[in-house]
């Protein structure tokens, strides 16, 4: 049998494997599109700022991906516990939206904020929270259907106090029961997710319950038919 430490180590480097596969991908891409550019054969200013805004969108993943890998390492991807401030929610949930902006128009799915206008507020780290709502965003984008949209909804929940981020959308391949419980484990990705992209790092979801749970907050996930699927962020306003 497998003893605890090979089996740790086995986990090592497949999430290693893994974690390079999905940061080497889209920096083939961005290189691709500088060659493209620096020898003119993208024509039209439109379509040269379209391939520019791709490549920044491919780049801030790989950040993102570099953070899940920081924040895995060191506990908290480099951010001071007490670097805390205000964030303004629909602000963070639309700059978190906009680097998805150029892959969602491929697949035709928006990400759309139902209200923009009610500036609600919390105490927290920007940084944790963006990287939070970009690996949703990025799973929604990666394994969302084709043409239906992505909406987000904040309020602050007057009976616990307490702000609601939820985020629902359609997935192209429903999630399967069984893996419910364990979306949010290390290293584990559901059936629906390998239909859709063969490899990947296991690290996203796991790390946005870590964040939440650590800023004092809970994170959940419902499944319901046709492949619909809800994330319910909870955040103290004060943590």
Do not use: W
Request: net charge neutral; glycine share 10%.
């Amino acid at each position: 049998m497998i003893n605890e430490v090979e089996q740790e180590k086995n986990l090592d480097l497949t999430l290693l494997a893994n974690f390079v596969h999905q940061v080497v991908n889209p920096l083939n891409g961005v290189a691709g599109t500088l060659d493209n550019l620096a020898e003119g054969t993208v024509e039209g200013e439109e379509r040269r700022l379209q391939r520019l805004n791709a490549a920044r969108a491919q780049l801030e993943q790989c950040i993102t991906l570099i953070r899940n890998l920081a924040f895995l390492a060191q506990g908290r991807g480099g951010v001071a516990d007490d670097d805390r401030r205000k964030i303004v929610l629909p602000q963070v949930i639309i700059e978190s939206a906009m680097i998805f902006q150029e892959d969602g128009k491929t697949k035709k799915i928006e990400i759309n904020l139902l209200d923009r206008s009610t500036q609600n507020t919390i105490t927290g780290h920007p940084e944790l929270i963006r990287q939070v709502l970009m690996n949703i965003f990025d799973n929604f984008i990666k394994y969302g259907k084709i043409g239906h949209p992505v909406e987000v909804d904040q309020r602050i929940q007057k009976s616990s106090g307490m702000a609601l981020i939820e985020i629902k959308g359609i997935s192209a391949h429903p999630i399967d029961q069984e893996d419910l419980g364990k979306i949010g484990t290390l290293g584990f990705r559901g059936k629906n997710a390998k239909k859709v992209v063969a490899s990947g790092s296991g690290l996203g979801m796991y790390i946005c319950k870590k964040i939440i749970e650590e800023q004092g907050g809970s994170l959940h996930m419902e499944v319901g038919v046709q492949g619909k699927v809800l994330f319910v962020i909870k955040l103290p306003l004060q943590s």
